[in-house]
C-alpha cells in the first residue's frame, strides 16, 4: 500500500465549476500538508500549505485536512482553463522534513 | 519570490556516457537540496537529500555510484547520471530549502528532460 493514495484521474470540467481533489494517507506521524500544482514539463509550484487539521483558504483555493480520517483535499472554485494542470499533493512527519508525494490529478478546464 | 533553475532544461545523450545536471537558487541560500525523479504520468520520487559540504543522502533504492550529487556551495548542486542507460530516461527535477526559515517549504526547479538513446 503507497504512503499517500491519489486518484489520478484525468478530471474535465466545465469552466466556472468547483473542483474537489483529493488525498489519502496511512501514516499517522504526517503533520504538514501541501499541494502543488504543475503544468506540464515545468516543476512544482507550492499552492497551498497546512499544519495539522483545519482548513485554510486563499482566493478560489481552500484546502482542508482531517487527521482523524487521513483525508485532505483542495476545492478550486470558479475554475478558468487556466488552473489546466497536475495538482499533487504532498506531506510530511516534519518542518524541513522529507515530502512523500500522491501521484497527481490531471485537471482538464474546459472553456 | 525564490527562484529556483536547473540547467540543462533538456538532454539527449547516448547509453554508456555521463551528463551532469545543475541545480541553483538564484535569490537565496539553500542549505538543503532536493533530487527527485519523475517518470510520465506519475508522482515526484525523492532520490537523495543534499546538505551544503557534507555528503549526499539517498533514499532506499537509489545507486549512489550511479547518481553522484556534490553541493559544494549554498546555491549550487549537481546530480551527474553516470553510464547512463535508457532506464534512466526520465524527468529530474531539484528543489531547495532557504535556511533559517521555520517553513516546509520546498522551491522546485523546472526539471531536466533526460532521454539516453
Known amino acids: 500500500q503507497k504512503e499517500v493514495e491519489q486518484d489520478p484521474g484525468p478530471l474535465s470540467v466545465p469552466e466556472g465549476a468547483i473542483v474537489s481533489l483529493n488525498c489519502t494517507y496511512s501514516n499517522s506521524a504526517f503533520q504538514y500538508f501541501m499541494w502543488y500544482r504543475q503544468y506540464s514539463r515545468k516543476g512544482p509550484e507550492l499552492l497551498m500549505y497546512?499544519?495539522?487539521?483545519g482548513n485554510k483558504e486563499d482566493g478560489r483555493f481552500t484546502a482542508q485536512v482531517d487527521k482523524s480520517s487521513k483525508y485532505i483535499s483542495l476545492f478550486i472554485r470558479d475554475s478558468q482553463p487556466s488552473d489546466s494542470a497536475t495538482y499533487l499533493c504532498?506531506?510530511?512527519?516534519?518542518?524541513?522534513?522529507?515530502?512523500?508525494f500522491g501521484q497527481g490529478t490531471e485537471l482538464s478546464v474546459k472553456p | 519570490g525564490a527562484v529556483v533553475s536547473q540547467h540543462p532544461s533538456w538532454v539527449i545523450c547516448k547509453s554508456g556516457t555521463s551528463v551532469k545536471i545543475e541545480c541553483r537558487s538564484l535569490?537565496?541560500?539553500?542549505?538543503?537540496m532536493f533530487w527527485y525523479r519523475q517518470f510520465p504520468k506519475q508522482s515526484l520520487m525523492l532520490m537523495a537529500t543534499?546538505?551544503?559540504?557534507?555528503?549526499?543522502?539517498?533514499e532506499q533504492g537509489v545507486e549512489k555510484d550511479k547518481f553522484l550529487i556534490n553541493h559544494a556551495s549554498l546555491t549550487l548542486s549537481t546530480l551527474t547520471v553516470t553510464s547512463a542507460h535508457p532506464e534512466d530516461s526520465s524527468f529530474y527535477i531539484c528543489s531547495a530549502t532557504p535556511g533559517g526559515l521555520a517553513s516546509n517549504e520546498q522551491f522546485f526547479g523546472p526539471g531536466t528532460r533526460l532521454t539516453v538513446l
Open positions: 504532498a506531506m510530511s512527519r516534519n518542518q524541513g522534513g522529507k515530502l512523500i
Open positions: 543534499s546538505n551544503e559540504g557534507s555528503k549526499a543522502t539517498y
Open positions: 535569490d537565496f541560500q539553500a542549505t538543503t
Open positions: 497546512t499544519y495539522s487539521s
